[in-house]
């Protein structure tokens, strides 16, 4: 298994500004990803951390807004851009070794935007 | 689209009593099947999975699941409930495709009543 953990727990911000949100693992893993889980809903995932590459974003997620780096195999950022009060939700990283592996997650990040 | 439903928001089982949270999925390809518990302020934590052979899988604290294909169902159960178990258990899917990533049910809230 992995332990995941990420920074901040969480931040209350004002609008138009960004945030990054830091995601670390104690062990190597082949696949990281990012999710957002609005309060009392399911999650959404927002894009696949690539490793020494860009990002591969799922459908209505662009880079620009929720740009993301992953410079090693335990480590990755995810920035909220720009943000709204929609944007206010619990972001979550995980990792995992690989197709049909399980997925291990972070505490969650909660962001507030005012 | 892909899409994996659990049709019961909550459930609310007396502690000793067998419980079953109920998961169907719209997922092209024989996906690979998950179960996840999420305790309050706390990321997930991974259950168990299906992905291939027997069609009952056994995972963590006592939790099963039963796979059906026909019916597309991969419903969680316990023998005997503990009022531990009360939190949010979600449902996910992982297509074949070598992506790894997951298609998540909108969550059930089990409760255990003492």
């Known amino acids: 298994s992995a332990v995941i953990s990420q920074k901040p727990s969480r931040d209350i911000c004002q609008r138009g500004t960004s945030l990054t949100i830091q995601c670390q693992v104690d062990?190597?893993?082949?696949?990281m990803f990012w999710y957002r889980q609005q309060p009392g809903q399911s999650l959404t995932l927002i894009a696949t951390?690539?490793?020494?590459?860009?990002?591969?974003?799922e459908s209505g997620f662009v880079i620009d807004k929720f740009p993301i780096s992953r410079p090693n195999l335990t480590f990755s950022t995810l920035t909220v851009s720009n943000m709204s009060p929609e944007d206010s939700s619990i972001y979550l990283c995980?990792?995992?070794?690989?197709?049909?592996?399980?997925?291990?997650f972070g505490p969650g990040t909660r962001l507030t935007v005012t | 689209a892909q899409s994996v439903a659990q049709p019961e928001d909550q459930v609310n089982v007396a502690e000793g009593n067998p419980l079953t949270v109920k998961c169907t999925y719209s997922?092209?390809?024989?996906?690979?099947l998950f179960w996840y518990v999420q305790y309050p302020n706390r990321g997930l934590q991974f259950l168990l999975k299906?992905?291939?052979?027997?069609?009952l899988v056994k995972g963590s604290y006592g939790f099963e699941a039963e796979f059906n294909k026909s019916q597309t169902s991969f419903h969680l159960k316990k023998p005997s409930a503990l009022v531990s178990d009360s939190a949010l258990y979600f449902c996910?899917?992982?297509?074949?495709?070598?992506?790894?990533?997951?298609?998540f049910g909108t969550g059930t809230r089990l409760t255990v009543i003492p």
């Open positions: 995980s990792g995992a070794g690989g197709p049909s592996y399980e997925q291990y």
């Open positions: 062990s190597q893993v082949t696949m």
């Open positions: 951390a690539n490793q020494g590459s860009e990002a591969t974003y």
């Open positions: 997922v092209s390809g024989n996906p690979y």
């Open positions: 299906y992905i291939t052979g027997d069609n």
């Open positions: 996910a899917a992982e297509p074949r495709t070598g992506a790894n990533n997951l298609f």
